[in-house]
């Protein structure tokens, strides 16, 4: 009784509330209430529009949130009410008619020239609606386009098929002015990046004639001089320019001896903190070549990116004697070398609550050639819920690793057999590390010891992210087991899980990429990732080729298993790829409608029948399919009818799909609406998962779905998430003893079983 009280005072708090929304409006004045927009004669998407308003109204709950304050504002209560809440916009007709401008010029930026736009207020007491009434009439075309430059050394250059090729438009193309203003960018980025220095954004433009025929354009592309020798009469955009000499500053305190490393000059004063070879590799402008905005981009970026390196300047000098030369010089600051970092992190792992802490030390600068060194101690403290079967006896209900890593990474890419053009990428490093880890889980108690030689580099403009482990090896070994743990493994003869925990070796080679479609992407754009992982390659042909006879592994009455081991130990040997895809609308109100898929196959082969369990694909949880907690969905139509049956909740298929919509309820609160759907599978018919197999005709039949809420704080510099989910199509069902038989579970949904929440840090894609 005393619950349901509150809820109704909250809820009669909340009402109350907006009855009071104009509480802090004074007389004369009106609160912006509603503001929509409307096309009268097109059915154009009025959401691009929305960012050129100049007044929005209030979010709701912000303004009720403001409203339930005092004026009494040395009373805390009320300032945080006011700081949590957001002020009331007053309406203000000098907005509206800018905003009427704005729209006005937009239209016109889209083709359509003589668009009307008008505002239409609607008073109801002290608050106002504002209509804005668009008339866009008919758009027009681009009927002919022509090089109109009259500079020749520039117009042959525009001829270029890669230049001409950006003033070729569609038949009966519109008459956008983005794509006029896009084409003569592009064309000025292809001239700078061929010397033309002084060239500017101010010097090309198209000239448009509307007086060729109905409701259609002709446009030329024209120059202007924007930057003339006033001595000479000389336009100084029309002339190329080389690079003379590059001088860079390397020093910690200023000094004017210098040296020469491949023909760059480096001021080496009383100590330099970086090698000049360094500086080389990561330097782009190179004496004798023609000016480049991308170059020089690329240099920023890359020096920019070492760890040795605080600031860089990168400035060019025109040579009074020689009229077609630049000098380029370089400013290196340093950077402080060394770099404690220590933090505690809160986990969340299937449902169970746990903490993890690192301390770090890095010396970024150990050779002088902005080398890392570091070496980073970890620890985690989990503790397990306990299972539902009284016959499960574990070795503890707690969860705890502790470990260590040393890794050393180089500014470069160290291969000795590529040539220097592919060694010189963006961003570009070169890692070795060394690790071992101690895990201690309720069912068992594990040893790895990890050795990686990595790489990783950036291109297309900084928006692609690759990591290439040349060789990884992990040695797991498997000590303390609980009798029950041991006794699940043999039941059964389970193979699928016997052979996932046996000691073994993990020798991979491992791509993976990211790409971004521009650097907004989190707020408009798309993201994708891929990898691909193969594993056992090397020491499978090692085997083959020294002749190494395979040793046994197990046996029973049945069958004998007989693999190649190294140290006693089989090695795996599997490919796994995976492919995620990531889409994000911005709507109106800059809310967000998120599309995503994701993809991943493995596949075990020769000296392994299963893939490591660390390795194997899962479904449920807050990054996947959340109508169902982590790990308790699939394989397939798989169901053993017991929730704690995780270890068998794996598969060597994953496909996985979600849409999410995304509503900012105010600055610090977002809501969302989601709907999942996706499952795994094993490649082979395994006796433990019965109907976990992919089929190429049914797959569709068995993929989960399920719908749900979430409520997303946003605290600035992370975002909390709290999903509920609930299951609408379960493949698994009928199971035995439920009280809803049917595989579409919506119609007799049960809680404790249909029901899932999730609590995690960030976005789940």
Request: glycine share 6%; charged share 25%; proline share 4%.
């Amino acid at each position: 009784m005393k619950r349901s009280r509150w809820i109704f005072l909250m809820v009669a708090t909340i009402l109350l509330s907006a009855c009071r929304s104009t509480k802090y409006v004074s007389e004369g004045d009106y609160l912006l209430n509603k503001v929509n927009i409307e096309v009268v004669d097109n059915g154009m998407y009025t959401g691009q529009f929305t960012p050129l308003l100049r007044q929005k109204p209030n979010s709701k709950i912000g303004l009720h949130l403001y409203s339930l304050s005092g004026r009494d504002t040395s009373k805390w209560v009320n300032r945080f009410l006011r700081r949590i809440g957001s002020e009331p916009v007053i309406y203000d007709p000098e907005m509206t008619l800018k905003t009427q401008s704005q729209i006005r010029k937009e239209l016109q930026n889209l083709g359509y020239l003589n668009a009307e736009v008008g505002a239409c207020l609607n008073h109801h007491g002290k608050k106002v609606d504002v209509t804005y009434c668009l008339r866009a009439k008919e758009r027009y075309t681009i009927r002919h386009s022509e090089n109109g430059v009259e500079p020749s050394s520039l117009h042959s250059l525009i001829q270029f098929k890669s230049i001409r090729k950006l003033l070729e438009f569609e038949e009966k193309e519109p008459f956008v002015a983005a794509r006029l203003d896009n084409a003569s960018a592009d064309i000025l980025e292809q001239l700078r990046n061929q010397g033309y220095y002084y060239l500017n954004k101010d010097n090309f433009y198209f000239l448009a004639d509307t007086t060729v025929g109905d409701h259609q354009v002709d446009v030329t592309l024209k120059y202007r001089p924007t930057r003339v020798d006033t001595a000479t009469g000389k336009d100084l955009a029309l002339q190329r320019y080389r690079i003379r000499d590059v001088v860079v500053s390397n020093t910690y305190s200023p000094g004017n001896d210098t040296l020469t490393h491949k023909k760059i000059k480096v001021l080496k004063g009383k100590e330099t903190f970086i090698r000049p070879s360094i500086i080389y590799y990561n330097n782009f402008i190179r004496p004798g070549r023609f000016y480049s905005d991308l170059l020089m981009e690329k240099t920023y970026t890359s020096l920019h990116a070492l760890s040795a390196v605080d600031q860089v300047s990168v400035n060019f000098v025109p040579v009074p004697e020689d009229s077609s030369s630049l000098d380029a010089r370089i400013s290196l600051s340093p950077a402080n070398i060394y770099h404690f970092q220590f933090g505690i992190d809160g986990t969340n792992n299937a449902g169970d609550l746990g903490v993890a802490s690192y301390i770090t030390f890095s010396d970024k600068n150990i050779f002088r050639g902005s080398e890392t060194l570091r070496l980073r101690l970890n620890g985690a403290y989990e503790h397990i819920s306990g299972s539902d079967d009284k016959e499960v006896t574990l070795l503890s209900n707690n969860f705890y690793e502790y470990g260590a890593e040393l890794s050393l990474s180089f500014p470069r890419i160290i291969f000795g057999l590529l040539p220097e053009k592919y060694t010189k990428q963006v961003g570009s490093a070169t890692s070795f590390s060394v690790s071992i880890n101690w895990q201690n889980r309720p069912e068992y108690n594990r040893r790895v010891l990890g050795l990686n030689w990595g790489y990783s580099w950036k291109s297309h403009r900084q928006r692609m992210s690759h990591n290439f482990d040349l060789y990884n090896i992990n040695y797991v070994i498997t000590r303390d087991m609980s009798d029950w743990f041991k006794a699940y493994l043999e039941r059964g003869k389970n193979a699928l899980l016997k052979e996932s925990y046996m000691d073994q070796f993990i020798t991979r080679t491992d791509y993976s990429f990211v790409y971004t479609s521009n650097r907004k992407a989190a707020e408009n754009g798309f993201t994708l990732r891929g990898g691909l992982d193969m594993a056992g390659t090397l020491p499978f042909l090692v085997c083959k080729i020294a002749k190494v006879e395979k040793k046994l592994v197990s046996e029973d009455d049945e069958t004998s298993v007989e693999k190649y081991k190294i140290f006693d130990t089989p090695f795996a040997q599997y490919v796994k790829g995976t492919f995620d895809a990531s889409k994000i609308f911005l709507t109106k109100r800059n809310n967000q409608f998120v599309m995503h898929a994701g993809f991943g196959l493995a596949c075990p082969y020769l000296n392994s029948d299963v893939l490591p369990y660390e390795q194997r694909f899962f479904a449920g949880g807050p990054n996947t399919v959340r109508g169902w907690s982590t790990r308790t969905l699939g394989p397939g139509r798989y169901n053993s009818g017991v929730k704690s049956d995780f270890l068998q909740r794996t598969g060597d298929v994953k496909l996985v799909f979600n849409l999410e919509y995304r509503y900012k309820l105010a600055s610090f609160l977002e809501l969302a609406a989601f709907t999942d759907a996706g499952n795994i599978w094993t490649v082979k018919s395994y006796k433990n998962q019965p109907a976990g197999q992919f089929n190429i005709k049914d797959f569709y039949k068995e993929l989960g779905w399920s719908v749900g809420l979430g409520l997303r704080p946003n605290l600035s510099f992370l975002i909390l998430r709290f999903d509920a989910g609930m299951q609408l199509y379960d493949p698994a069902n009928p199971m035995e003893g439920a009280k809803n038989s049917s595989k579409w579970v919506i119609t007799h949904p049960v809680f404790k079983d249909n029901f899932a929440l999730h609590f995690a840090v960030g976005y789940p894609f």
